[in-house]
């Protein structure tokens, strides 16, 4: 069921938390550990689910068997994140992705290479989001309402939420040309 609920402000400590034990778990593989989606945006309503990237120089078997040992369970079947609209050329090595998930707290971990474009676009989002309070009203009034109407239909959710999503990062792009926007290495 698809619940979005005010911020908490224990989101922060609950992220800083699981990045603490992940930075001390993993190999120098990984390059930066962040918390993205919008439990990362103070003041933003959100499903109670913090969300991980773990960026990696590539993708290490040892890192599937270590977060397994933390209690994370591989998603095989979520290989991709999605396409934006008219985004055709780019490669699909520039959207794989591992996914993962803790069930004792609604935890999501992604692990993308760093240097890809889906790598980069959660943590423009965040940023863009974190400094931008309308976009980010707008983009909790569209999550509010697609939940009211889809609570127990997921497809539908982020068959209209992606799309939305990818108009709200025009401006995104626009906005980090503007200020010449880099990524942090990481939050942890």
């Known amino acids: 069921?698809?619940?979005?609920?005010?911020?908490?402000?224990a989101w922060k400590q609950e992220f800083n938390d699981l990045g603490m034990l992940l930075k001390n778990e993993l190999d120098s593989n990984v390059k930066g550990i962040h918390?993205?989606?919008?439990?990362s945006v103070p003041g933003l309503a959100a499903k109670d689910v913090i969300d991980i990237q773990i960026s990696v120089g590539n993708f290490?078997?040892?890192?599937?068997?270590?977060l397994a040992g933390l209690g994370f369970q591989r998603l095989e079947h979520i290989t991709h994140d999605h396409r934006p609209a008219g985004m055709v050329k780019l490669a699909d090595t520039e959207l794989y992705k591992w996914f993962f998930q803790k069930t004792n707290r609604a935890v999501n971990l992604h692990v993308r290479k760093t240097g890809t474009f889906n790598q980069r676009y959660p943590l423009l989002c965040r940023d863009y989001?974190?400094?931008?309070?309308?976009?980010?009203?707008?983009y909790e009034l569209v999550k509010t309402n697609l939940a009211a109407r889809f609570a127990n239909d997921m497809d539908a959710y982020y068959d209209i939420k992606d799309p939305v999503f990818d108009v709200l990062m025009a401006g995104a792009e626009i906005w980090a040309a503007g200020i010449k926007w880099q990524p942090n290495d990481s939050d942890i």
């Open 60 to 66: 290490s078997p040892q890192i599937i068997k270590k």
């Open 35 to 39: 918390h993205i989606g919008s439990t």
């Open 1 to 9: 069921m698809i619940e979005i609920v005010v911020y908490k402000t």
């Open 129 to 138: 989001l974190r400094h931008n309070l309308s976009a980010a009203k707008a």
